[in-house]
């Protein structure tokens, strides 16, 4: 450091910690001094930040030392009469910087080491100096580092209050501050909820206002001033604008350029865009963000946008997430940081600024590559997926590993049964296996054994605490990130074929038309007798040639699935389609060769049928045992809003959806078809997907609705798949307690963090699904990436104000179709009994049209490859 230039401690007071944690985690920093008075106040103000000071000071390379000043005689101070907590804290900083000095002068070195006090507060620099300590800003020290100019890009922009309104228009009204919002929260004056940016339309976003169940509702926010410097996800408080100023979700779609990023003249053209004119009946409650409760911002990622400017250091990063805005950053490196996925972190917004401000973390890689993009999936999702910690590992079995007779006491040996798994090929993570067998008085056994994951997670170990956290195995293209370390997840948990394994298992007796006579549970010991693929099954099943054991169990277990699933589909359950693909991949390059949509067996049905089955049974035992602490699952049933677009798509095929009851649902669904038209049935079951509501996790004592309204079960749980899903362990572990296998411990019947759990469990699944589904749209993308332009058969789903949004059945692929073209007209939306059309030109498209259209990768903006399709056939 050209400031310092002999050795040297660095000493952070907290705001400096929380807000330059990015500089501090650096590898380039070391030798720190964290006291346990910043330790704590950052603990109190920022759990996130917490969590990763703690992982640095654990980080033997990087020589960061707590030192607990509070309980040293030499540097504990007193609070001072009518001195602010927050003085005291600073005081007691400045006492523990000086000791340090002065201990250090003592030490016989050939040099002096120093310790440099490290504050962004003024006035705490101020008194420093005052009295002889050496201090120094966070950018008055990195910008010393001569050695590492890019270190720079790292620092936080944190300007003090007052200092925006020094240069430009002012673009937003002030926020008002928190603690008058909290007392306009109370009077009702303002509404608390989460804000959620549109993907479609920056200039346009909802709030989704907290409170009781039946008040949940959602408030429009349109136009740059209304929404207010929110981002995505932050939970704000908003202001009713009167009835005469309410609007309808405007149909256009409108992504910012960010061309032009202060030229608001152009934003009030795009506003006026929004203003449709609507029937009275669509217009919602609307709303402006008059200030923000909780900022919910997070590393993201994305790509620079190079300045124009030569030798310009301000530049605007664009996120890859559409929902988020651009962010303003000052960098060095912007030539060597074009064309690379990077992570950026918003430091503040202020008020003359269109966009917020950041700073550099990280560069990723190469945008397109796939290691890159996929780490970039996984950090958008927030997936956890760095490798298990050497702590989490040290809780595994020690191998070699075999049965003990400890774990036999409460366990039954089923050694000698025809059990077997089915799964798909592939498969390493085998969680469940079937049998299937008459007994004496002329009934059969069926038992469903599922892998005995709670056997080796021990309650509130860090294996647990990692499986919690993870939540859920998230399945990608090509790579699975697992819960549990491979060790479990691949081998001792695995239900493979001729090893012993432990098991929890579901046995029934039923008559001959599956009906269950009686129910038991064991924690058991099988031996799998073979591990099938659902053809291999299905094969077995379809031969005449094949009697053994396994094959007339298998026969047996198909024949009573299909009772079983006639019985629930009488009961009202829905059978809903949706396009899932699956690609073939390049045995060396991995890239995508083809892709199909998955075909479905009668085996795969069978599997499902007694997995629901054990579901249920499971979710009345703990229910039954613990009425207040079960983990259950359930599935509300849409508000009837939410099937309109379904009602009036089928209506303009002269089709009538009855939705008043999932029974009447699926009734109407299964009659809703044409001779000449076959794929209609599909696109109305696709189209019926999108209304329903996410299941979700909760907790029995929390809650008084169970229903789930997909399986038209009055009660639900997991407990198949404990490998690949921690909500599974919760509930072996409650059956284990019910059945006496098992003891129980207090967070196991502590409603309120089960509640919590359920909440991160919940949070883990959507995320892993929408993972799932981006890692899919990468992957359609490679794959179209060589083809050129093809021509398919596609269907219109939803018509917009200027564009069509279509399926293509043959890759299970949607896509939007737009049509703004220079010199030509516009496009007209219409409202034919309330069925929209959209009419181009001289023709018009209505929903369930089929048509032809052109795909290709359109690859002219690197950070937001895409699909692009055109319509080709009705020309237009």
């Known amino acids: 450091s050209s400031l310092c230039p002999g050795p040297h401690y660095l000493l952070p007071d907290t705001n400096l910690l929380l807000h330059q944690i990015d500089i501090l985690e650096d590898p380039v920093i070391k030798n720190v001094i964290v006291l346990q008075t910043v330790l704590q106040e950052v603990r109190n103000r920022s759990a996130p930040v917490y969590k990763r000071i703690r992982d640095v000071i654990q980080n033997p390379e990087k020589h960061f030392y707590s030192f607990t000043n509070e309980h040293h005689r030499e540097t504990y101070i007193e609070q001072g009469r009518g001195e602010s907590s927050n003085d005291r804290n600073d005081r007691a900083i400045r006492v523990a910087v000086k000791w340090y000095n ?43 580092l001569t050695a590492n100019p890019d270190l720079v890009d790292r620092l936080a922009c944190v300007s003090d209050e007052g200092k925006e309104i020094e240069s430009g228009k002012i673009i937003f009204p002030e926020h008002i501050p928190l603690s008058k919002l909290q007392q306009g929260i109370k009077s009702g004056i303002y509404l608390q909820g989460t804000y959620r940016a549109s993907r479609d339309n920056y200039l346009e976003a909802t709030v989704w206002v907290h409170g009781d169940a039946e008040e949940n509702k959602e408030i429009i926010i349109q136009g740059l001033k209304h929404l207010n410097r929110a981002v995505h996800e932050d939970i704000v408080a908003v202001e009713l604008l009167a009835k005469d100023e309410w609007v309808a979700l405007s149909s256009v779609v409108l992504q910012d350029d960010g061309q032009n990023e202060d030229d608001i003249e152009t934003e009030e053209e795009k506003e006026n865009l929004l203003k449709t004119s609507v029937n009275k009946d669509m217009l919602r409650p609307t709303g402006k963000v008059v200030g923000i409760i909780k900022r919910n911002w997070r590393p993201f990622c994305g790509m620079l946008s190079k300045s124009q400017i030569k030798e310009a250091r301000r530049h605007l990063f664009t996120p890859a997430d559409r929902r988020i805005p651009r962010i303003r950053i000052e960098t060095r490196q912007a030539d060597t940081l074009e064309g690379q996925r990077i992570i950026v972190a918003i430091d503040g917004w202020p008020r003359n600024s269109r966009y917020p401000n950041g700073h550099f ?39 070699p590993w075999s049965i003990t007779e400890q774990d036999m006491k409460y366990r039954e040996d089923l ?136 094959t007339t169990s298998l026969r047996e277990l198909n024949k009573l699935a299909k009772i079983l699933k006639k019985r629930r589909i009488d009961n009202g359950a829905l059978t809903l389609s949706s396009p899932e693909v699956r690609f073939h991949m390049d045995s060396e390059t991995h890239d995508p060769i083809d892709l199909q949509t998955k075909e479905l067996k009668e085996t795969n049905s069978m599997v499902e049928e007694f997995m629901l089955l054990a579901n249920v049974s499971v979710a009345q035992k703990i229910y039954e045992e613990f009425p207040e602490f079960a983990l259950l699952r359930k599935h509300p049933a849409p508000p009837p809003s939410n099937y309109d677009i379904l009602v009036k798509a089928a209506k303009s095929k002269n089709l009538e959806i009855k939705t008043d009851s999932a029974k009447a649902l699926a009734e109407s669904l299964d009659k809703a078809g044409s001779s000449t038209f076959p794929y209609l049935n599909t696109l109305l079951r696709i189209l019926a997907t999108r209304c329903m509501m996410q299941a979700v996790y909760f907790c029995s004592g929390m809650d008084n609705d169970f229903h789930h309204y997909g399986l038209a079960s009055p009660i639900y749980t997991h407990f198949t798949s404990p490998i690949r899903r921690y909500a599974d362990i919760i509930v072996h572990r409650l059956l284990a307690v019910a059945i006496g296998a098992d003891s129980t411990y207090p967070e196991l019947t502590d409603k309120h963090k089960l509640a919590d759990m359920c909440k991160n469990l919940n949070y883990r699944h959507k995320m892993a699904q929408y993972a799932q589904r981006a890692s899919v749209a990468f992957h359609t993308q490679l794959f179209f990436k060589n083809k050129g332009v093809v021509n398919e058969d596609a269907y219109i789903l939803f018509v917009r104000k200027n564009a069509v949004v279509v399926l293509i059945p043959k890759y299970g692929l949607e896509g939007t179709v737009f049509f703004e073209e220079k010199g030509k007209p516009t496009p007209r939306l219409d409202y034919n009994n309330e069925v929209p059309s959209l009419t181009v030109e001289d023709t018009t498209l209505h929903v369930f049209d089929k048509v032809k259209v052109n795909i290709m990768l359109d690859a002219s903006n690197i950070q937001h490859q895409k699909i692009r399709m055109v319509l080709v056939e009705p020309k237009v």
């Not at 890159?372 to 490798?387: A, G, K, N, S």
């Not at 993870?470 to 948990?493: A, F, H, Q």
Request: aromatic fraction near 6%.
């Open 102 to 144: 002065e201990h250090l002068k003592k030490i016989e070195a050939e040099e002096k080491i120093q310790v440099i006090f490290l504050t962004n507060d003024r006035t705490n620099k101020e008194k420093a100096l005052e009295e002889g300590i050496t201090a120094y800003t966070c950018e008055e020290y990195i910008k010393s």
């Open 415 to 550: 050694r000698h049964l025809y059990v077997c798994s089915v799964d798909p090929p592939g498969c390493t993570d085998i969680d469940d296996a079937l049998h299937c067998r008459e007994v004496e008085n002329g009934n059969i056994e069926v038992g469903v054994h599922i892998a005995d994951v709670s056997h080796f997670i021990r309650p509130g170990n860090a294996l647990d605490e990692e499986s919690v956290k993870r939540g859920t195995t998230v399945y990608l293209c090509e790579k699975r990130i697992d819960m549990v370390p491979e060790l479990l997840s691949s081998n001792l948990c695995s239900l493979r074929s001729n090893v012993d394994r432990l098991a929890f298992s579901c046995i029934w007796e039923m008559n001959h038309n599956a009906e269950i006579l009686k129910t038991r549970f064991t924690k058991s010991i099988i031996n799998s007798k073979a591990s099938l693929t659902y053809a291999e099954a299905q094969m077995r099943i379809d031969s005449a040639a094949m009697n053994d054991d396994i």
């Open 361 to 399: 973390v990280k560069n990723l890689g190469s945008a397109g590559d796939k290691e890159t993009e996929t780490e970039v999936l996984l950090l958008e999702h927030d997936v956890p997926h760095q490798p298990f910690s050497q702590v989490v590992l040290s809780f595994l079995p020690k191998m």
